[in-house]
C-alpha cells in the first residue's frame, strides 16, 4: 500500500512539474501577429491575437519578422441555407 501510494505521489509531482503552454490563439479575434524572434531575439516565437483587421496587423508586423494570419480559432458566423418550401400543384 505504501509502494502504490509512493508511486502515485511521484507521479504526480513529475506531472506538477511539466511546464504548461497557454493556448495560442485568442478565439475573441480574427487576426493572429506570427512574430519570429529567431535566436538572436532569444524569445522564440509566438502569437499575438489582439487584432481586428489584416490591415491592422499589418500596420503593427511592418518593419518586424513577423506574418499576419487569420485566426483558425475565430468563430466565423456560417450562414445556414435556407429550407425550401413546395408549392402544391
Do not use: K
Not at 15 to 43: E, I, K, N, W
Not at 55 to 66: E, F, L, S
Request: glycine share 12%.
Amino acid at each position: 500500500m505504501r509502494r502504490s501510494f509512493g508511486l502515485i505521489a511521484a507521479a504526480g509531482a513529475l506531472l506538477a512539474a511539466t511546464p504548461l503552454h497557454a493556448q495560442t490563439f485568442d478565439p475573441r479575434y480574427p487576426v493572429c501577429m506570427h512574430v519570429y524572434s529567431g535566436s538572436s531575439g532569444g524569445g522564440g516565437e509566438w502569437y499575438d491575437c489582439s487584432f481586428t483587421s489584416l490591415p491592422q496587423c499589418h500596420a503593427t508586423a511592418t518593419g518586424r519578422a513577423a506574418s499576419c494570419d487569420l485566426n483558425p480559432y475565430y468563430p466565423v458566423n456560417v450562414p445556414q441555407p435556407r429550407a425550401r418550401h413546395r408549392r402544391g400543384g
